[in-house]
């Protein structure tokens, strides 16, 4: 059926029971799961006229991304290591993340998306509600729309 899973995260509570979920399906039909969370892009702070000296570089900004995601990623690779499940992880820097979630599953060889269709970004808007629905209309691979109850 399928053979590997892309579950895309935000680091909410949502993705979190999403990714558990994911990694349960994945074990279910035996399949690899690659995680993935896509960080903005760097914004150059091109609207003053002086660059604060505390303004990070774009190579800072992209490490601190990176470690920021990893800390996202770390419930999934959790999950797949107690499911025993193949695993893989990565941070990824767009400003859309539906075409970043998309072109990550054609990168990855993957056959399915598993997304929530509710969640909240780490800086608290809405995100995997349009992300979903964008991803749905820019994806040729099937997507599963997991629906996960808030309390």
């Not at 999403?18 to 399949?31: C, D, L, R, S, V």
């Not at 920021?68 to 499940?85: D, N, R, S, V, W």
């Not at 269709?117 to 994806?139: D, F, M, Q």
């Amino acid at each position: 059926m399928y053979t590997k899973i892309l579950l895309p995260t935000d680091g909410s509570e949502l993705a979190n029971a999403t990714i558990h979920a994911g990694i349960e399906f994945a074990k279910q039909i035996n399949a690899k799961v690659v995680a993935v969370f896509v960080a903005s892009n760097y914004q150059y702070p091109i609207y003053i006229d002086i660059i604060p000296p505390n303004t990070p570089t774009e190579e800072e900004y992209q490490a601190a991304m990176r470690n920021f995601g990893q800390t996202y990623l770390e419930p999934a690779k959790e999950a797949a290591k107690q499911a025993g499940i193949a695993f893989e992880s990565i941070v990824q820097f767009n400003d859309s993340p539906a075409k970043e979630i998309v072109h990550t599953a054609k990168l990855y060889g993957c056959d399915l998306i598993f997304m929530g269709s509710h969640g909240r970004s780490g800086v608290g808007n809405l995100l995997l509600g349009s992300t979903t629905t964008k991803v749905l209309s820019l994806c040729c691979i099937p997507v599963l729309v997991h629906r996960t109850k808030v309390h």
